[in-house]
């Protein structure tokens, strides 16, 4: 499909005084069990050519490597507006962004489990099942991951190694753990960083904690609360307790030396390796690592821990470098959402409307870097929209994974955005952002536009997720133009704006995959 249309886009500008009609949706189909992307085929022959040279030159397929920070604010690093200006420096991740791609409208789910299932799968959380975190008590109905296909197995069917470190929250059943799903060795928690801290807690949760029979029914929830260490096909150990906030601490440092001690086992091995590290932090509640309490100018333990990411990502590539694998790994930096403001001031910074548990900007627009050196030009920066889905296709891509390895019996979401990100001013492959609030559309994005069919409004300051509501709106959606009020304040619709009829058409459009590929249902709720 894209060569065809390659082809018809240059016989019409062979015509004389040639003006090529731009319509407002430019995406074109190619299969009617995935998402349409716009056809760039000079920016996709460019890329293909920079990555058949790479190739050529090591000889294998690039690693891969995702560095997820939990509950990171669009605000809280310097190079998007916060750094020391804000408390906490982050020299690392600025570099980062000097140094390569840095994307200003980068969208997540959310909140943590829709997102992460998301970039796992290349699918919306509404289309399997997970729409929220599955939390201890939780009694699904239908593992999720029993009938999909998670990147983590396709890259090691490809011959990729797989390993996850840091944070799951994706199910900790058997059959639902990182090792079950499809990564060689996993080595972290299954759960959030606060679902292990407010059992031993006695200043935040007294009540539990102090009270012995109210603690051993807790623990009689049966969660895992313990440091795993899984290997595929192999032996799950639960390898330590948290038993402090002291512990809790200094967990990230824990899972960040066994990163480091991985890259350079990695590095040994002719095989190509995809990594992904998720960082406990900066999810609350947050305690400082002892050994590093104070180092940021705010001193607060949020900015602490800030400051503590940033410093284990500047370790991880430096560990890249010695290691002589900077040239052949793509390296991709972001968080799961946006900012937790129910646990204000233990909480990261949006500019944005809204936080972790809406649909506004504030909630789902998060940092997103992109680095590879050589193959990523750096001081680049584009306001082209990209979903963290779109890590999916991107690494099937790198990994030179088919689609035919793809079930055809389901819809996919994800766009490949190899060529956005390895062409120097590259355009995104991408059209459209859809939201979800669970298993309820609320938004979409498309270009500079934002339209909202529902709203999740909070009914106190800062509580977008313990005291909210989900609203229906009047005669017509709420349209925001992003690029004149990015804190959709003011609703542009019948007043100032063209394309309402256009952008309501496309997300009628999505919602017609539903009929086709109807949502799974594992008994969740939402």
Not at 150 to 178: C, F, Q
Not at 278 to 287: A, I, R, S
Not at 470 to 481: C, H, K, R, S, T
Request: with cysteine; net charge neutral; proline share 5%.
């Amino acid at each position: 499909m894209k060569t065809k249309f390659a082809i018809v886009l240059l016989l019409v500008c062979s015509l004389p005084n040639c003006v090529v009609a731009q319509k407002f949706n430019r995406a074109v189909s190619f299969a009617s069990n995935f998402e349409a992307p716009i056809p760039h085929p000079e920016q996709d022959k460019l890329a293909q050519e920079k990555l058949a040279q790479l190739k050529a030159k090591t000889g294998k397929r690039p690693n891969i490597v995702w560095l997820i920070i939990d509950d990171m604010g669009y605000g809280d690093p310097g190079c998007y507006g916060g750094g020391a200006a804000i408390g906490a420096a982050t020299e690392n991740i600025d570099r980062l962004a000097r140094e390569g791609l840095r994307l200003t409208s980068c969208y997540s789910q959310h909140t943590c489990t829709p997102t992460r299932s998301a970039i796992l799968t290349g699918r919306l959380p509404v289309r399997t099942g997970l729409t929220r975190p599955i939390l201890a008590g939780d009694k699904i109905t239908k593992n999720p991951w029993a009938d999909e296909l998670s990147l983590a197995k396709l890259l090691s069917d490809a011959g990729y190694t797989t390993n996850l470190t840091g944070k799951w929250h994706i199910g900790e059943a058997v059959g639902m753990r990182p090792q079950d799903v499809g990564f060689d060795e996993f080595y972290g928690f299954y759960p959030a960083q606060k679902e292990i801290s407010q059992s031993i807690d006695a200043r935040r949760y007294p009540d539990l904690v102090l009270n012995p029979e109210l603690l051993e029914d807790y623990y009689d929830i049966g969660a895992n609360l313990n440091l795993v260490h899984g290997f595929k096909g192999g032996k799950t150990t639960n390898v330590s307790a948290i038993k402090s906030t002291e512990e809790m601490g200094r967990a990230d440092q824990v899972l960040a030396d066994f990163t480091v001690a991985k890259i350079k086992e990695l590095a040994k091995s002719d095989k190509p390796f995809f990594l992904e590290h998720c960082f406990m932090k900066v999810h609350c509640d947050n305690f400082a690592n002892p050994d590093y309490a104070g180092k940021s100018k705010a001193k607060y333990a949020f900015k602490d821990n800030v400051w503590e990411v940033d410093m284990h990502i500047g370790t991880f590539m430096e560990t890249l470098k010695e290691e002589g694998l900077l040239e052949n790994t793509f390296v991709f930096v972001t968080s799961d959402n946006g900012p937790q403001m129910d646990a204000w001031p233990d909480a990261g910074y949006t500019p944005f409307r809204g936080a972790k548990g809406t649909t506004f900007e504030g909630g789902v627009r998060v940092p997103g870097i992109a680095y590879w050196k050589g193959m990523i030009s750096p001081g680049q920066e584009s306001d082209d929209v990209f979903d963290l889905m779109d890590l999916f296709g991107t690494a099937l891509k790198l990994a030179e994974v088919s689609y035919d390895k793809l079930p055809d019996d389901r819809f996919y979401d994800f766009i490949d955005q190899s060529s956005y990100l390895l062409t120097d001013q590259g355009k995104s492959n991408r059209e459209s952002v859809y939201f979800w609030w669970g298993s309820v559309e609320t938004a979409i994005r498309m270009r500079e536009y934002k339209l909202h069919t529902k709203v999740i409004l909070p009914k106190s300051k800062n509580l977008y997720i313990d005291m909210s509501l989900l609203v229906d709106l009047g005669l017509a959606p709420w349209l925001f133009n992003l690029y004149i009020d990015p804190k959709e304040q003011t609703t542009v619709g019948h007043r100032r704006n063209a394309w309402l009829a256009t952008i309501g058409g496309q997300l009628k459009a999505h919602l017609k995959t539903f009929k086709k590929f109807p949502a799974k249902k594992i008994g969740l709720g939402l």
